[in-house]
């Protein structure tokens, strides 16, 4: 694709609820960061896939969140039991290579949890 | 742990004036400066970058500059224009293996007609 794709747009989720967050990286990128982002701050690392390993977890806030990149390509960010601190902006992020130089996002996903 | 301070948060210019936004960090291993421009409801795009062999570094209107002795980093942007309205992260990448960004707070740039 053009460029990194992320679905849902936007997800409300009750407290309490699992959810599933979508990331089409851009094709041929070896690399897929997630990346968490608060109302006014600056993006905060989550975890990090070359190709199909999951080189790097240790931003996950805990282990209800759990990433997944199979296939090499598209990755998914699953956060189970959703408590109201989940809320935030989930980016992710690609690039070609194994350097991380030129990263490109994806517009994200917005989760609120109520 | 915030590694990267960036400042100021918000800043407000005149149509043709030169905002200055700065950030200090702390990590000497860090080896790669990037900025990137947030625009609302849109994920953050790379704008320019530097490493630390470099004092400055110019892309258009865009320039960094880089003073590796003080650990501290700049973005000037030249002649700004209302479309360059934005909030733009400072960040820096560690020469480790994972490789990761970690990213300033932002600041939120306001450039007036």
């Known amino acids: 694709g053009a460029g990194v794709s992320q679905s849902p747009r936007y997800k409300v989720a009750k407290r309490g609820q699992d959810v599933a967050l979508r990331c089409d990286p851009i094709?041929?990128?070896?690399?897929l960061f997630w990346y968490q982002q608060a109302l006014g701050q600056g993006p905060e690392f989550l975890t990090y896939f070359q190709n199909e390993a999951q080189l790097d977890k240790s931003g996950l806030p805990s282990d209800r969140f759990f990433a997944e990149r199979p296939e090499g390509s598209v990755s998914t960010l699953k956060i189970q039991r959703t408590q109201q601190e989940d809320s935030a902006v989930y980016l992710c992020?690609?690039?070609?290579?194994?350097?991380?130089?030129?990263?490109?996002f994806g517009s994200g996903t917005q989760l609120s949890v109520l | 742990q915030q590694q990267v301070k960036q400042s100021p948060q918000s800043l407000i210019v005149q149509k043709g004036g030169i905002p200055i936004i700065n950030c200090a960090y702390e990590n000497t291993a860090f080896d790669y400066f990037p900025w990137y421009q947030q625009f609302p409801g849109k994920g953050p795009a790379l704008l320019i970058a530097?490493?630390?062999?470099?004092s400055e570094k110019k892309e258009g209107r865009f320039t960094i500059s880089f003073n590796k002795s003080a650990k501290q980093f700049s973005l000037h942007i030249m002649d700004s224009q209302p479309g360059d309205s934005a909030t733009y992260f400072c960040a820096t990448r560690y020469s480790g293996s994972a490789r990761q960004l970690t990213f300033g707070s932002g600041t939120q740039l306001t450039v007036l007609p």
């Open positions: 094709s041929g990128h070896v690399s």
């Open positions: 530097i490493r630390p062999d470099v």
């Open positions: 992020a690609s690039s070609l290579g194994t350097g991380n130089e030129k990263l490109f």
